[in-house]
């Protein structure tokens, strides 16, 4: 039975219906941009993270680079971002004219080592560093991160992009960020009718700072304080994710389910998961399973053959991207996050997912396991 890597039209009964009624609402007004739907959703995402506020943006990309420059990140800064993260971390430092340093993940959680980023730290002196929460939980070492930078003066960003809804100590792990983004791309476990992001922040100051970046650095409508650009979220993806919270405690708990079963089923077969440190409630978001690099393709090719769809999140490291030759400042370590990247895979997991489907994966898996 195939069974897709990720399906996002597995929408609840009265979804749709609500969702064209909307959008014919938003049509007949013209109401497009920054439109209430925009201030209702900042507010909700308020409410479920427990922020001092929230700045809705254009993207996941956005958000980052938002936060770097409403922190004062710029022209030859500093910043310390994991060797395993999606390029847009790397990216937005670059974009800002800042020089990013990589360093290596910790294996038991994939999140950045942070014994190693406190030496880089020690070496390079950092402006900033980015601690990206991946997978759907974050560093078993969070406080220790918070409190080291305070200490020190690194502005810590945290990127959140793949962690909506999960928790920490019972808390979301936005509330106590200083500055956190998120992405609402439509794959992440709240995701928008397109392009979307946000901005976490912990004061009402950084959160000016960052809205007038995103709307060309307004002052009032034709005055400007800043050099900033459009980064304004539309209406109709801030509807979208509103409808979506509707629903979002259900789509959790499907996505935590099958994560679970995951695990389990796999530890019982000798595949090597790797999930949530102790303190963490995981969104669901991705299962992690860690493969012989030298095994993976045969492992693929089982899952291909029953048109099983996969991940590999991700299949490269920062350092060795082509693309980072002339921007890259520094490394620490990488050969971690080379070996994860050639030995990662990700099976299918998705809100509503069938349990046809999650015996189907996990029969072909450990099957070629055995």
């Given at each position: 039975?195939?069974?897709?890597?990720?399906?996002?039209?597995?929408?609840?009964?009265?979804?749709?219906?609500?969702?064209?009624?909307?959008?014919?609402?938003?049509?007949?007004?013209?109401?497009?941009?920054?439109?209430?739907?925009?201030?209702?959703?900042?507010?909700?995402?308020?409410?479920?993270?427990?922020?001092?506020?929230?700045?809705?943006?254009?993207?996941?990309?956005?958000?980052?680079?938002?936060?770097l420059r409403a922190a004062g990140v710029g022209?030859?800064?500093?910043?310390?971002?994991?060797?395993?993260?999606?390029?847009?971390?790397?990216?937005?430092?670059?974009?800002?004219?800042?020089?990013?340093?990589?360093?290596?993940?910790?294996?038991?959680?994939?999140?950045?080592?942070?014994?190693?980023?406190?030496?880089?730290?020690?070496?390079?002196?950092?402006?900033?560093?980015?601690?990206?929460?991946?997978?759907?939980?974050?560093?078993?070492?969070?406080?220790?991160?918070?409190?080291?930078?305070?200490?020190?003066?690194?502005?810590?960003?945290?990127?959140?992009?793949?962690?909506?809804?999960?928790?920490?100590?019972?808390?979301?792990?936005?509330?106590?960020?200083?500055?956190?983004?998120?992405?609402?791309?439509?794959?992440?476990?709240?995701?928008?009718?397109?392009?979307?992001?946000?901005?976490?922040?912990?004061?009402?100051?950084?959160?000016?700072?960052?809205?007038?970046?995103?709307?060309?650095?307004?002052?009032?409508?034709?005055?400007?304080?800043?050099?900033?650009?459009?980064?304004?979220?539309?209406?109709f993806e801030s509807s979208f994710l509103l409808?979506?919270?509707?629903?979002?405690?259900?789509?959790?708990?499907?996505?935590?389910?099958?994560?679970?079963?995951?695990?389990?089923?796999?530890?019982?077969?000798?595949?090597?998961?790797?999930?949530?440190?102790?303190?963490?409630?995981?969104?669901?978001?991705?299962?992690?399973?860690?493969?012989?690099?030298?095994?993976?393709?045969?492992?693929?090719?089982a899952l291909k053959a029953k048109g099983i769809?996969?991940?590999?999140?991700?299949?490269?490291?920062?350092?060795?991207?082509?693309?980072?030759?002339?921007?890259?400042?520094?490394?620490?370590?990488?050969?971690?996050?080379?070996?994860?990247?050639?030995?990662?895979?990700?099976?299918?997991?998705?809100?509503?997912?069938?349990?046809?489907?999650?015996?189907?994966?996990?029969?072909?898996?450990?099957?070629?396991?055995?």
């Amino acid at each position: 039975m195939p069974v897709p890597f990720i399906d996002l039209k597995r929408f609840e009964p009265d979804f749709l219906d609500r969702w064209m009624a909307k959008c014919r609402d938003l049509t007949v007004n013209t109401r497009f941009v920054l439109g209430p739907e925009v201030a209702e959703l900042e507010k909700r995402l308020i409410e479920e993270s427990g922020a001092k506020a929230v700045v809705a943006c254009a993207n996941g990309t956005d958000a980052i680079q938002l936060a770097l420059r409403a922190a004062g990140v710029g022209i030859g800064d500093k910043v310390l971002i994991p060797d395993m993260t999606f390029w847009a971390t790397f990216e937005a430092v670059c974009n800002v004219g800042a020089k990013p340093i990589t360093v290596d993940l910790d294996m038991a959680d994939l999140q950045m080592d942070f014994d190693l980023f406190r030496k880089a730290a020690e070496e390079v002196r950092p402006k900033a560093a980015i601690l990206v929460h991946l997978y759907g939980w974050g560093t078993a070492r969070l406080d220790d991160y918070r409190q080291y930078c305070a200490e020190k003066g690194i502005l810590l960003i945290e990127d959140g992009a793949q962690c909506f809804g999960a928790k920490f100590n019972g808390h979301s792990l936005m509330k106590d960020a200083w500055l956190g983004t998120v992405s609402f791309y439509p794959a992440k476990v709240l995701g928008a009718s397109g392009d979307a992001g946000a901005v976490y922040c912990s004061s009402a100051e950084l959160a000016e700072k960052v809205r007038q970046l995103g709307n060309h650095g307004r002052t009032t409508h034709y005055e400007h304080g800043l050099v900033g650009w459009n980064s304004r979220v539309g209406v109709f993806e801030s509807s979208f994710l509103l409808l979506c919270m509707d629903y979002i405690d259900a789509r959790l708990e499907s996505r935590r389910k099958v994560a679970a079963q995951y695990r389990e089923r796999f530890a019982e077969a000798g595949i090597r998961t790797v999930g949530p440190p102790e303190g963490y409630l995981e969104n669901g978001y991705l299962a992690v399973t860690l493969h012989d690099p030298a095994g993976r393709p045969a492992l693929a090719e089982a899952l291909k053959a029953k048109g099983i769809g996969f991940g590999t999140v991700y299949p490269g490291a920062m350092s060795l991207q082509s693309g980072a030759n002339g921007w890259i400042a520094g490394k620490y370590g990488g050969e971690r996050a080379d070996y994860v990247a050639r030995g990662i895979l990700n099976p299918p997991l998705f809100a509503y997912m069938r349990d046809e489907e999650v015996e189907e994966v996990m029969a072909v898996m450990v099957e070629v396991a055995k």
